[in-house]
């Protein structure tokens, strides 16, 4: 999610400081090079180090690991770090992975008991990792329902196109981001066609969260362009599916 | 064979060589103030005799007393530091608890930062 969040920040012509905090994955550092990986969830120290070095930057992502709510959070209120950020205009965004299991339901539990609206967040909802509604049944997506909370909706991408580009990186000795795979020729047209369906999705949807994501929209350089109301699919009457007429 | 040992008839006056040597006196002049106490010798005998004495290799509990001399250094630039200090009535502080720790390793300090500002549009 955070690498669909910097391709759109690209898109858009907003410059982004990241880091990688998750020594597990490395995900945001595998994909983005110059990104640089900081055990800050090693220690309140290091952590401390991270949040103080924040740069003058309309957007700053960190990814850290899942496992470390707890720690965070714990540092968070010992160096109030919210009043910290406050003081310089900044604001926190929190990613809010809409799951099925207890864990990353508790997960999500003891972040807005700590953090309550002292924070913005974004609900998202990944289809490999979200099957039930269990969630969207929740009080807590009620409340972010009547907060107008965004959400970012991933579309689903097939195992085909996934391997294309795990098969394309390969061969190139390092890991493709999507705004990158859509421009390889070796992959076929239509996974092609998928991943910039993919990037379109996230583009227009972080584009619609921009108010919780950037300090003002207007930062935006680069909209992206709407499909118009012609081109979307046309609702098939019920009861007479047939009656169409252009 | 046995008898009493050799000794020098300039023994009884090592004392009177030793000191004219110390006083800077030729090998000629001690012969002639030997020979004013009544001692004919020669000046090689004389050089021969204080080359003996120093290289005497004495029995067990026969050695003479060695002569306690003062030792004398030349004061260290420091040391003349020191004497010009002034007596302190009090003694230094203690070192400062928010002093480095010798024991514990430095903190690491990160000079490079930790964030990295992708520029729009680099790879997109």
Not at chain 1, 53 to 61: F, K, N, Q, R
Not at chain 1, 102 to 111: F, G, N, R, Y
Not at chain 1, 217 to 225: C, E, F, R, S, Y
Not at chain 2, 57 to 72: C, K, N, Q, S, T
């Amino acid at each position: 999610m955070l690498e669909g969040i910097l391709a759109w920040a690209r898109f858009a012509g907003v410059p982004a400081a990241i880091v990688d905090c998750d020594g597990e994955h490395l995900t945001l550092s595998k994909r983005f090079p110059e990104a640089a990986f900081v055990d800050a969830t090693r220690s309140r120290d290091e952590f401390l180090q991270l949040m103080s070095s924040m740069p003058d930057s309309p957007l700053s992502v960190a990814d850290f690991p899942a496992q470390a709510t707890e720690f965070l959070l714990d540092s968070m209120q010992s160096l109030r770090v919210l009043d910290a950020l406050e003081s310089n205009g900044t604001r926190i965004t929190v990613l809010m992975f809409a799951a099925d299991d207890p864990t990353a339901t508790a997960s999500m539990a003891k972040t807005y008991r700590a953090l309550g609206n002292r924070v913005d967040y974004i609900v998202v909802k990944n289809p490999a990792r979200f099957r039930s509604r269990l969630f969207d049944e929740s009080a807590l997506a009620e409340l972010f329902r009547n907060s107008k909370v965004p959400v970012i909706e991933l579309p689903a991408i097939t195992a085909t196109t996934l391997q294309q580009i795990n098969a394309a990186s390969a061969e190139l000795r390092r890991h493709l981001t999507f705004a990158e795979a859509v421009k390889r020729q070796g992959l076929h047209q239509m996974c092609r066609f998928e991943i910039e369906h993919f990037l379109n999705r996230v583009y227009v949807q972080c584009e619609d969260a921009a108010r919780v994501l950037l300090p003002d929209p207007a930062l935006i350089k680069n909209k992206v362009t709407r499909l118009p109301e012609l081109l979307a699919r046309k609702p098939v009457d019920e009861f007479q599916p047939l009656n169409i007429h252009e | 064979m046995g008898g009493k040992p050799f000794q020098s008839k300039l023994e009884p006056h090592y004392d009177l060589i030793s000191e004219a040597r110390r006083n800077r006196q030729t090998w000629q002049a001690i012969v002639e103030l030997l020979a004013a106490n009544g001692v004919t010798t020669s000046r090689p005998a004389v050089f021969s005799f204080m080359k003996r004495r120093r290289k005497r290799r004495y029995a067990f509990g026969m050695e003479p007393d060695e002569p306690v001399l003062p030792i004398v250094t030349e004061p260290s630039p420091r040391s003349e530091k020191l004497l010009e200090s002034p007596n302190l009535s009090e003694l230094p502080p203690p070192p400062s608890e928010f002093e480095t720790d010798p024991l514990s390793l430095p903190p690491k300090v990160k000079t490079k930062s930790m964030w990295t500002v992708l520029k729009p549009n680099q790879n997109s």
